[in-house]
């Protein structure tokens, strides 16, 4: 048989000098056995099943984990050391510490969950959801115990805010099991899930020995109890006296009397709606005119001056006597500064 010009007879092709199938099957071989050997590393790019996921996603918990436990070691170090902590500083430090779990709990939200972790993570977001309403929740309760005389009642709302991180604990105990078995499953050794424990003393939230901790708190710091009190600390007439006899003021020719009355707080409790009542009297008028004035708030250290107007006195030789009344507040014990007395005489002319 005879073929075109330019062409090969059968007989004169060449054969391949290597087998396409030999070679596709020793690469196949060889691949295998670079995942069996290197399984740490050529598992990232696909070998068997695709892990990255897992991987990032474990990575990306463990960062979660790093600022969780921060929040617990700062909550575990503010109640060992709470004695020598001012209210203010507490409030401060709790409030940090809610404000900070709720953020950490929202980037949780936001971590893509591979559907190998879709259980694993649900326990991950039980822990941290009760650590944020649990530190919430915490600071009204440990200040109502500080308040409170009889702690019975704010003794258990702090045992169940603890209660609560305890069972954080052991959601995010079940939460680091879960991850680790799928791990395992995955043949995953190079990395591992975290864990995360707030609370480290057995039994720390019982009522018993929330309420041992709170009595404490109370005998032996002084400035964390809640104290409420005012005090006058000046008080100035208009017009002012000329002169002094033996404690009576002479004040010069006036048909009414002003009083500024200046009052402190000198508890460490905002103070709302404070009374100030003025109340002149004589020897002739032994009727009291009385002139209220309210001081709308008065935080812990702070003074205001409040002014009382349309006071009339009694003129000539008769002595008035004007006091001065403030508060008392709700809660206050010591009333001896809470009084203020001033006698003066008016001239005629």
């Known amino acids: ?24 099957v020793v690469l196949v071989i060889v691949f295998l056995l670079l ?17 990255s996921a897992i991987q990032n996603y474990v990575n990306q918990v463990k960062k979660i984990a790093e600022r969780t436990n921060k929040v617990g070691t700062d909550f575990a170090d503010l109640r060992n050391n709470i004695k020598s902590l001012a209210r203010k500083d507490l409030q401060t430090k709790l409030n940090k510490m809610a404000k900070d779990s709720a953020t950490i709990t929202g980037d949780a939200k936001k971590i893509e969950v591979p559907t190998e972790m879709a259980d694993a993570n649900e326990y991950l977001l039980v822990a941290l959801e009760l650590r944020t309403t649990a530190l919430e929740s915490y600071q009204p309760a440990i200040f109502n115990a500080l308040g409170d005389t009889d702690l019975e009642v704010s003794a258990k709302q702090v045992s169940l805010s603890l209660r609560d991180i305890a069972f954080s604990d052991r959601a995010f105990g079940l939460f680091k099991d879960a991850a680790q078995k799928v791990l395992k499953s995955k043949d995953i050794t190079f990395v591992s899930a975290p864990a995360s424990v707030f609370l480290t003393v057995d039994g720390e939230y019982e009522a018993a020995n929330v309420l041992q901790f709170l009595q404490a708190i109370k005998t032996s710091a002084p400035d964390l109890t809640e104290t409420h009190g005012i005090a006058i600390s000046e008080v100035v007439l208009d017009p002012a006296a000329t002169a002094d006899n033996n404690g009576i003021g002479s004040l010069p020719s006036t048909t009414t009397v002003s009083v500024s009355v200046t009052i402190e707080n000198q508890g460490n409790q905002l103070e709302v709606n404070v009374p100030v009542v003025a109340t002149l009297k004589s020897e002739t008028q032994p009727k009291p005119q009385l002139k209220k004035a309210t001081i709308a708030s008065l935080a812990p250290g702070e003074k205001k001056t409040i002014k009382i107007t349309g006071l009339t006195p009694t003129k000539g030789d008769i002595v008035n006597m004007l006091t001065i009344q403030a508060g008392p507040v709700p809660k206050e014990k010591f009333l001896d500064n809470n009084m203020s007395e001033i006698k003066f005489t008016v001239a005629v002319k």
């Open 35 to 51: 995942c069996l050997i290197g399984r740490g590393t050529f598992s990232r790019i696909g070998c068997s099943n695709d892990t």
């Open 1 to 24: 048989m005879a073929y075109s010009r330019g062409t090969l007879s059968y007989r004169q092709k060449r054969k391949p000098i290597f087998n396409p199938r030999v070679i596709i």
